[in-house]
DNA sequence: CGGCAAATTGACCACAATCAATCGAAGTGG
DNA sequence: CCACTTCGATTGATTGTGGTCAATTTGCCG
């Protein structure tokens, strides 16, 4: 159903290699290559560690199925949840170039997922050029989204930034077609949402009530329910242009308009830095 | 003077050729291709932008000399930092697989700036394997400082944070050998600085002062003069490991020992793990 | 000297953390 | 089938970190 023009008389490809090609076209031989790479599947139950931190990385992995995140221990015992892994993610394909994890990939959900050797994902990487570049593509995308949540733990009050991780959930899921309509459920407890906007449970708890309050979202099953997108979007002032879901850059411009506060400010700078360079 | 010990015989390297080299061994070949790709040096006053948010990237950009910083406007109008560069830094070496900027680059003091076309980036890459893998090397580590970074906005206290910024430049810095001993200067106003810890600038300053007072830092001429190293990494928790400085695998852990609550919730995050499954 | 940006200080207060208790649901063992 | 455990969700009370507003001062540069 999702996307069948793209793979018109073929099996359905797996996630990754639908992702990948949604950012590269991928030839025969690509699809192929990254086909066998991933052939080896294994089920991972919920709430296990794929690598930990300290360890030195040995296989990159690729979510097929479920939920997992990327996340941080801290001293003092807390844990800082820094990435989300969803159904066609791959996790630190390159990462065997550092010499230790200094997070870890944990399964969030029970999961399907690919282990691919280093050496494998090195030669993918050197032998097809779209494979290449889809994987350089993924990468800038995680480091976008980091900036993304970077600023809005630093500047969106606690229910902004807890809306807008849902929108961003929802435009991920979206896009890797796993879910259909408006609405979608996030299998995650309050604690990990908690972890997650660098805010306490408790706190998450009063935000989620405030949030259903205003007709947004709903809870069924301990799992969240996106109800009113638009508007949930509108809240936290969700913009998807650093996901960089578009393919091509030719496309429309995806930025957000300023407001006019914004404009100005934008307009004093840019007269500063005609003047005396502030910027 | 810095360090003629490393390129005894031969004309002084760039800071960026100097950088990439500490994390792969470079050939006299990959050497002399570096040099020539940076070899078109720009001078950019203070508080420019080498590129703008909502940009489509056109050259990647190398810090040869001064401070620069990676922003973003919000649409309210405030600006949120997310990266410093510093010499010998590259910045988005491979922004041209996205179809546009989605945060600006800003030098912070006069620079020098030297422009790669993608091209040359990419051929760099793709006939230097110790190049690429060099490249590979700063984006990461480029990321883990993100996730530091957002990690430090969630949980550390604003002085916390502040003081583990302070040290992290200071390490840094010292990496590529820009400074020599115990304390540096920061070019940077208070206000930059709550851009980039994600709080007021008035708090800002009341943070520096109680800094001082504990006579971790001073002040002179608007810039910041770091005094006690140590006590100030002890004081923020900084742990270099995030920063991959280090280039051998096989050296000692880096990894700071865990405190006794930390082991104990470790412990039983694992021994869940054994049993039901909780990380 | 005048103009401007940065730094500083004080007063006030709000958002969110912390502490503590309770409740509800699911799973487990007797 | 029912106690018991455990984890997650919920609620209330209290505290405090850090934001906002506003005024003043300092330092820089023309």
Redesign the interface.
């Known amino acids: 159903m999702a996307f069948p023009s793209l793979l018109p008389n073929r099996q359905m490809a797996n996630l990754f290699i639908k992702k990948l090609g949604l950012r590269a076209p991928l030839s025969d031989a690509d699809r192929q290559a990254l086909e066998q790479a991933t052939a080896k599947v294994v089920q991972v ?5 794929l690598i930990s ?2 360890d ?1 990385p040995e296989h990159a992995f690729i979510i097929l199925d479920g939920f997992a995140c ?1 996340y ?7 844990r ?1 949840i ?1 990435a989300y892994l969803i159904p066609g993610d791959g996790c630190d394909l ?2 065997s ?4 994890m ?3 990939i ?1 399964t969030l959900t029970p999961c399907s997922v690919a282990a691919i050797p280093y050496r494998t994902v090195k030669e993918l990487a050197a032998y097809h050029p779209n494979i290449y ?1 889809a994987l ?2 993924s ?6 989204i ?6 809005g ?3 969106r009050s606690a229910d902004k930034q807890v809306a807008h991780f849902l929108c961003e959930m929802m435009v991920r899921l979206e896009a890797v077609g796993i879910i259909r309509g408006n609405s979608y459920k996030l299998p995650i407890t309050q604690s990990e949402l908690a972890d997650t ?3 306490s449970h408790v706190h998450v708890n009063r935000v989620l009530q405030n949030l259903k309050s205003l007709r947004l979202v709903d809870q069924k099953w301990r799992s969240l329910v996106l109800l009113d997108i638009e508007e949930l979007k509108r809240f936290s ?1 969700f ?1 998807p ?2 996901l ?1 879901l ?1 393919p ?2 030719t ?1 429309e ?4 308009p ?2 006019d ?2 404009k ?3 307009q004093m700078r840019q007269r ?2 005609r003047d005396k ?3």
């Open positions: 139950e919920a709430h296990r560690d931190q300290g030195a990327r941080k221990l801290l001293p003092d015992g807390s800082s820094v390159h990462a170039i550092l010499n230790q200094v997070h870890s944990g570049k350089w593509w990468v800038l995308v995680d480091e976008a980091l900036q993304e949540w970077l600023v733990v630093g500047r906007a660098g805010i002032g913009a242009d650093y960089h578009r091509s850059r496309e411009s995806l930025i957000e300023l407001t506060v914004a100005s400010q934008l500063g830095q360079g502030m910027f």
